[in-house]
T-cell receptor
Framework: EAQVTQNPRYLITVTGKKLTVTCSQN?????MSWYRQDPGLGLRQIYY???????DKGDVPEGYKVSRKEKRNFPLILESPSPNQTSLYFC????????????FGPGTRLLVL | AQSVTQLDSQVPVFEEAPVELRCNYS??????LFWYVQYPNQGLQLLLK??????LVKGINGFEAEFNKSQTSFHLRKPSVHISDTAEYFC??????????FGSGTRLLVRP
């Protein structure tokens, strides 16, 4: 089944404790992206990647890191999480750059205390 | 700067009635436009997209949208809604650098 998977789905952590949210797709997509969703703000793009070893900042990259060492994986790293990073995070992927249909993962709900 | 505005945060409508969800965008260059739907506790699913060509775009589940360049709008419509259409709907634009910018969302509430 074609899908985008994220782990963990739910995470509670404390300020300053490094964490990684994994994202994996099995559709051989070149383009992958991370978003955060906050009430009243919609989804905002954090980082995106056009292909392996090619990443770029979205609109809200501060406090986040990403890497794209393999085509299927695009982990999101929070080196020192803060409470304002409490949010719902989505990973997405697509063919043909961003013009292709973006497939979204099920989301990761993060609470930073 | 580019932006997307969804004028209504919530739209209540009765079952089988028509609905229009409004979306306006701001951009000085050509854009691609999208509508996504998010059902409760799920990720986003693409409803339809406008890349070029015909300004009337048909999507899944009976939805359609019309691209209006002069009014910088991309409103979503459905002639007859069902209870199962209750969800949050997001309008989004993408520019040539592939950044995806979402509106704040419209919650469609279909009542029996």
């Amino acid at each position: 089944e074609a899908q985008v998977t994220q782990n963990p789905r739910y995470l509670i952590t404390v300020t300053g404790k490094k964490l990684t949210v994994t994202c994996s797709q099995n559709m051989n997509h070149e383009y992958m992206s991370w978003y955060r969703q906050d009430p009243g703000l919609g989804l905002r793009q954090i980082y995106y990647s056009m292909n392996v070893e090619v990443t770029d900042k979205g609109d809200v990259p501060e406090g986040y890191k990403v890497s794209r060492k393999e085509k299927r994986n695009f982990p999101l790293i929070l080196e020192s999480p803060s409470p304002n990073q409490t949010s719902l995070y989505f990973c997405a992927s697509s063919f043909g750059g961003a013009q292709g249909t973006q497939y979204f993962g099920p989301g990761t709900r993060l609470l930073v205390l | 700067a580019q932006s997307v505005t969804q004028l209504d945060s919530q739209v209540p409508v009765f079952e089988e009635a028509p609905v229009e969800l409004r979306c306006n965008y701001s951009s000085s260059v050509s854009v691609y436009l999208f509508w996504y739907v998010q059902y409760p506790n799920q990720g986003l699913q693409l409803l339809l997209k406008y890349l070029s060509g015909s300004t009337l775009v048909k999507g899944i589940n009976g939805f359609e949208a019309e691209f209006n360049k002069s009014q910088t709008s991309f409103h979503l419509r459905k002639p007859s809604v069902h209870i199962s259409d209750t969800a949050e709907y997001f309008c989004a634009l993408m520019d040539s650098s592939y950044k995806l910018i979402f509106g704040s969302g419209t919650r469609l509430l279909v009542r029996p």
